[in-house]
């Protein structure tokens, strides 16, 4: 069963105006990492913030981590169509594994 | 090529038939995870290698999924008298770390093998 719960499950937005996603999940971690899933495609790894951070930022990405509220936020700051796709968080627990959200569908209209 | 290969892309199989997916991870990758992902949900873990060692199956749902590694490096995820709810896509990740959730050294995944049981 996965882990975290992500909020919106879908979300439209215009070209050019912020998109934000977040994440809930339920156990300590090592880690959170954002990814990214264009339709019929494989994941693609975009940041990794961990236990110990609380912001970070790549390019026109901004990650926040709540560990008190075992909480994530992932901010795309000016979007573009191409930025639609699924965009899912993952945990990183002991062990080795990754435990997924359900994801949130992005849709970025022209 | 530089990414994680998987094989079959498509396989659409006839309930009770046994199919076999391939993973090629990047070259000199140690750890290998297979995740099933079902439409429109998020990828579930199936299990774990560090090379030729499996260390965790703790996600394969049943005694009908084998995953192995037998050189550690191509690995292959079999499944055994599929049945509808195996239908799903399979995806294959590979890091150059032993255990990359701690490290934090990035996963990369496959494009996915689209497993269709009718």
């Known amino acids: 069963s996965q882990q975290g719960e992500e909020d919106p499950q879908a979300l439209s937005i215009q070209e050019g105006e912020n998109a934000t996603m977040n994440c809930s999940y339920k156990?300590?971690?090592?880690?959170l990492q954002w990814y990214r899933q264009n339709s019929g495609r494989g994941l693609v790894h975009l940041i990794l913030i961990r236990s110990n951070e609380r912001e970070k930022h790549s390019g026109r990405l901004r990650v926040t981590l709540d560990t008190s509220k075992k909480s994530s936020s992932l901010l795309i700051t000016a979007s573009r169509a191409a930025d639609t796709a699924s965009y899912f968080c993952a945990t990183a627990v002991q062990g080795g594994k990754l435990i997924f959200g359900q994801g949130t569908e992005l849709s970025v209209k022209p | 090529g530089a990414g994680v290969s998987q094989s079959p892309r498509y396989k659409v199989a006839k309930r009770g038939q046994d199919v076999a997916l391939r993973c090629d991870p990047i070259s000199g990758h140690v750890s290998l995870f297979w995740y099933q992902q079902a439409l429109g949900q998020g990828p579930e873990f199936l299990t774990y290698f560090q090379n030729e060692a499996q260390l965790d199956k703790s996600g394969l749902p049943s005694d009908r999924f084998f995953a192995e590694r037998p050189e550690g490096s191509v690995s292959t995820l079999k499944i055994q008298r599929t049945q509808q709810e195996d239908s799903a896509v399979y995806l294959c990740a590979s890091s150059r770390d032993r255990v990359p959730t701690v490290s934090g050294n990035t996963i990369y995944f496959g494009e996915g093998s689209w497993l269709t049981v009718v």
């Open positions: 156990t300590s971690i090592n880690n």
